[in-house]
Protein backbone atom coordinates (compact mmCIF):
# COMPACT_ATOMS: atom_id res chain seq x y z
CA UNK A 1 0.00 0.00 0.00
CA UNK A 2 2.70 2.31 0.80
CA UNK A 3 4.67 1.74 -2.02
CA UNK A 4 1.48 2.43 -4.21
CA UNK A 5 1.20 5.66 -2.84
CA UNK A 6 5.36 6.55 -3.54
CA UNK A 7 4.76 5.63 -7.16
CA UNK A 8 1.72 8.08 -7.84
CA UNK A 9 3.66 10.56 -6.03
CA UNK A 10 6.82 9.51 -8.09
CA UNK A 11 4.21 9.35 -11.16
CA UNK A 12 3.14 12.85 -10.81
CA UNK A 13 6.56 14.24 -10.20
CA UNK A 14 7.58 12.57 -13.97
CA UNK A 15 4.29 13.85 -15.82
CA UNK A 16 5.41 17.14 -14.46
CA UNK A 17 9.18 17.07 -15.32
CA UNK A 18 9.23 15.05 -18.68
CA UNK A 19 5.46 16.38 -19.75
CA UNK A 20 4.11 12.62 -20.32
CA UNK A 21 0.74 11.46 -19.81
CA UNK A 22 0.00 10.10 -16.44
CA UNK A 23 -1.23 6.86 -18.47
CA UNK A 24 1.59 5.77 -19.73
CA UNK A 25 3.92 5.72 -16.61
CA UNK A 26 4.21 2.41 -15.36
CA UNK A 27 6.25 0.52 -12.74
CA UNK A 28 8.07 -1.04 -15.61
CA UNK A 29 8.77 2.00 -17.79
CA UNK A 30 12.60 2.85 -17.88
CA UNK A 31 13.99 6.15 -17.63
CA UNK A 32 14.82 5.44 -21.14
CA UNK A 33 11.07 5.01 -22.09
CA UNK A 34 11.11 8.46 -20.60
CA UNK A 35 13.92 10.04 -23.01
CA UNK A 36 15.35 10.84 -19.35
CA UNK A 37 19.34 11.52 -19.86
CA UNK A 38 21.92 11.10 -17.01
CA UNK A 39 21.19 14.83 -16.00
CA UNK A 40 17.39 14.16 -15.97
CA UNK A 41 17.50 11.30 -13.86
CA UNK A 42 20.02 12.82 -10.98
CA UNK A 43 17.30 16.37 -11.55
CA UNK A 44 14.36 14.04 -10.86
CA UNK A 45 16.34 11.82 -8.17
CA UNK A 46 16.94 15.15 -6.07
CA UNK A 47 13.23 16.42 -6.58
CA UNK A 48 12.45 12.64 -4.74
CA UNK A 49 15.42 13.74 -2.70
CA UNK A 50 14.01 16.87 -1.28
CA UNK A 51 10.50 15.15 -1.08
CA UNK A 52 11.34 12.34 0.83
CA UNK A 53 14.03 13.80 3.05
CA UNK A 54 16.26 11.01 2.10
CA UNK A 55 19.39 10.64 0.32
CA UNK A 56 19.90 8.38 -2.55
CA UNK A 57 23.39 6.71 -2.86
CA UNK A 58 25.17 7.64 -6.13
CA UNK A 59 25.80 4.16 -7.05
CA UNK A 60 22.50 3.01 -6.12
CA UNK A 61 21.14 6.04 -9.13
CA UNK A 62 22.70 4.26 -11.55
CA UNK A 63 21.58 0.75 -11.04
CA UNK A 64 17.86 2.21 -11.10
CA UNK A 65 16.52 0.56 -14.88
CA UNK A 66 12.81 1.39 -14.12
CA UNK A 67 10.15 3.50 -12.21
CA UNK A 68 9.21 0.42 -10.21
CA UNK A 69 12.93 0.23 -9.17
CA UNK A 70 13.18 3.31 -8.38
CA UNK A 71 9.95 2.99 -5.95
CA UNK A 72 11.46 0.19 -3.96
CA UNK A 73 14.11 2.01 -3.32
CA UNK A 74 12.80 5.11 -1.79
CA UNK A 75 10.93 2.27 0.26
CA UNK A 76 13.90 1.30 1.54
CA UNK A 77 15.25 4.45 2.51
CA UNK A 78 12.13 5.21 4.22
Request: zero cysteines; a negative charge; proline letters at 1%.
Amino acid sequence: MAEESTFVEVQHMIVERFGVQESVVTPEMTFDDLGADSLDVVELVMEIEDKYNIQFDDEKIEELQTIGDAVSYIEELK
